[in-house]
């Protein structure tokens, strides 16, 4: 099965090789423009308000990607949201809870004080991140909506960060952030099933901000984008942590015998990056992505087991292990962020808290009517007010917000 996943991830990714992989392409393509149309149908019917979309009375802050998996949400979202701790936010994670058993309402992850289900409920990703976050509100609600209601009105969540949220259109958000791959943004550029994205393509200009992850700090990037790009990467932390949550210097496995397994979209590049930090791995398993462990896996995990010192994982992986699943020790491996223009997305998130102004842009001048006469108006030289011709009439303008009343109005001869 997990050999049928890597093929299809590497031709989703990386396009056909030979005649037969080609005519399988053409065999899948028309199915993804049928995706990608409905896929069309659905924004246009949210933009037409046929589609409630809920507006929450305090910021959203969505992290999401075009593809399907292997960009490295999860690590994005645990940045976004210790920073928003940090500045003294009360902080909910609201998440759908993939993999999860919980299939309705609102459930609560972490209420402040580190995880209250187990992972096989709340999904391994919401798991996770309660366990490294204990300090913010975690829930998982298929009903996204319905998740940050609860987050505002229960919780009193001053910013709500929807967790793999770019499709999710039933709640608008304040902040789109957007995730690509910086090795393949865009894949082979197919929709599903003969790509690996989700929307077409022109989808990205819904967001906010984009983040090429696994960068080298120097690629383009696809063309066409219009809001700002920062570029990351993923790198592992320098200690590994058992199962029983003791750490380890990673650097002290370098000499042992190892073998890796991980249950998430990209393994080939977690395996990658444990050679690249020196580990020698006799094996490396790939389980398919949010991988339940049953008793199949760890008899073949148990295997392995016998031929090396210790295992390794993800930590996403880890979430649904147990101390005494093996003979020997097992670690997880955590992941972290690392920006090649550090503080952009941070000033992106202070942001949203800024005190709101209406700049009098072009745009908003010409949807602006002298209340009146519902004519037009003109920014006066200055900036501090607006000037309706026809009337005759000044309309004051304070901290950037235009005051539209005519008992507030000057008279323009007066002035």
């Known amino acids: 099965m997990r050999g049928l996943q890597g093929f ?4 989703a990714s990386e396009g056909a090789r030979g005649g037969a992989e080609r005519l399988l392409l053409v065999l899948l393509t028309p199915l993804g423009w049928l995706y990608g149309v409905a896929g069309l149908l659905r924004v246009a019917l949210y933009r037409r308000q046929a589609l409630a ?3 929450a009375g305090v910021p959203v802050v969505s992290v999401g990607n075009l593809s399907v998996g292997g960009t490295g949400k999860t690590p994005t979202v645990e940045f976004v949201v210790r920073h928003l701790l940090r500045a003294g936010k ?3 994670v609201v998440s759908r809870g993939y993999g999860g058993s919980a299939r309705s309402g609102v459930t609560l992850v972490c209420g402040g004080q580190g995880p209250l289900v187990a992972a096989d409920i709340c999904g391994d990703e919401p798991y996770l991140l309660a366990r490294r976050l204990p300090e913010a509100i975690v829930l998982v609600a298929p009903r996204r909506a319905e998740g940050v209601r609860v987050a505002q009105e229960e919780f009193g969540a001053d910013v709500v960060v929807l967790d793999d949220g770019f499709q999710h259109l039933a709640v608008q958000r304040d902040l789109d952030i957007v995730l690509l791959d910086g090795r393949r943004p865009l ?5 599903l099933p003969a790509g690996l994205l989700r929307e077409f393509p022109l989808a990205l200009g819904r967001a906010d901000l984009f983040l090429l992850t696994r960068s080298r700090g120097d690629e383009p990037g696809p063309r066409g984008l219009s809001r700002p790009v920062l570029r990351c990467r993923h790198r592992l932390a320098g200690e590994a942590i058992s199962l029983a949550g003791e750490p380890l210097e990673l650097a002290n496995l370098a000499g042992l015998r190892g073998a890796a397994f991980a249950g998430i979209a990209d393994p ?3 395996f990658r990056d444990l050679r690249a930090a020196g580990l020698a791995l006799s094996h490396a398993i790939g389980f398919a992505d949010h991988a339940g462990y049953g008793p199949r896996e760890l008899e073949r995990l148990a295997r392995v087991a ?7 994982t993800t930590e996403k992986d880890g979430v649904k292990l147990g101390e005494g699943d093996f003979s020997i020790p097992c670690y997880q491996v955590p992941l972290s962020l690392e920006f090649f223009q550090p503080g952009g997305l941070e000033a992106k998130l202070n942001a949203l808290f800024e005190e709101n102004t209406m700049p009098l842009s072009p745009e908003l001048l010409e949807i602006i009517a002298c209340p009146q006469c519902k004519g037009e108006v003109k920014l006066r030289e200055g900036g501090d007010a607006l000037v309706c011709e026809a009337c005759r009439l000044l309309y004051p303008v304070r901290d950037d917000i235009p005051v539209m009343l005519i008992d507030e109005a000057q008279s323009l001869d007066q002035a």
């Open 8 to 11: 299809y991830r590497r031709l």
């Open 306 to 312: 016998a031929e090396v010192d210790y295992l390794i």
């Open 53 to 55: 979309s809920y507006r």
């Open 268 to 270: 080939e590049g977690f």
């Open 187 to 191: 894949g082979n550029g197919k929709v």
């Open 90 to 92: 009360t902080v909910a």
